[in-house]
């Protein structure tokens, strides 16, 4: 499996399976656009702490998260501000960049040891072009994004933490216990300490 700096390779049926898989269940796709997913995507690994896309770069791929959590961040006078965490069965990208094609101001890290299927954004429309079943699919990918976009904007304009945090539970609640607190805090706007004691507080109101 390659990393971002390696030549990369095409995958193979069985390395692109959970992908057309997950498109098909988001809408059924024929087997020339599976065929054709398979031989336009490319296998990455990426160790934790490493970059999967920089700020100032223009994205030129998209990636489905086959293991691992990955995180958007942009930086602010020299602080780190985490926009986004996505998991397995994922599909990420720094979007605007991609779809206008312009340098981007977002960061993607890996946060754990990672395992991605790339397409490339070329590949991808020309897969827009000659597929209609894919564009169904990938509309409810993009719906996805959309209400996750959604979802985010909500989170971060609560101004209390006790609250914020509880939607954050509702909403996100498999990556509370998983992904670092650092990153889950400024997720939400919010200084470590502050979540610690929310953390707590809730604690103790469940024993």
């Known amino acids: 499996m390659a990393s971002l700096s390696k030549k990369p390779r095409h995958s193979t049926p069985e390395e692109a399976a959970p992908l057309v898989y997950l498109f098909n269940v988001l809408h059924p796709i024929s087997k020339a656009t599976g065929d054709y997913i398979t031989q336009n995507t490319y296998p990455v690994s990426l160790s934790k702490g490493e970059s999967l896309h920089r700020a100032g770069t223009i994205c030129n791929a998209i990636y489905f998260i086959k293991k691992g959590a990955v995180r958007g961040f942009i930086?602010?006078?020299g602080k780190d501000i985490t926009t986004w965490i996505s998991v397995e069965n994922e599909v990420v990208a720094s979007i605007y960049s991609f779809v206008k094609q312009v340098p981007s101001i977002e960061n993607m890290q890996a946060i754990e040891d990672c395992e991605f299927l790339r397409m490339d954004q070329v590949d991808l429309e020309r897969l827009y072009a000659i597929s209609p079943d894919f564009n169904i699919a990938a509309r409810r990918v993009y719906e996805k994004y959309y209400v996750d976009s959604e979802v985010r904007a909500l989170t971060v304009r609560l101004s209390n933490a006790d609250k914020k945090y509880e939607f954050f539970l509702e909403t996100y609640g498999h990556?509370?216990?998983?992904?670092p607190l650092t990153y889950i805090a400024s997720f939400l706007g919010m200084n470590l300490e502050t979540l610690s004691r929310v953390r707590a507080?809730?604690?103790?109101?469940k024993k």
């Open 175 to 179: 990556l509370s216990n998983r992904i």
């Open 75 to 77: 930086n602010d006078e």
């Open 201 to 205: 507080k809730l604690r103790n109101t």
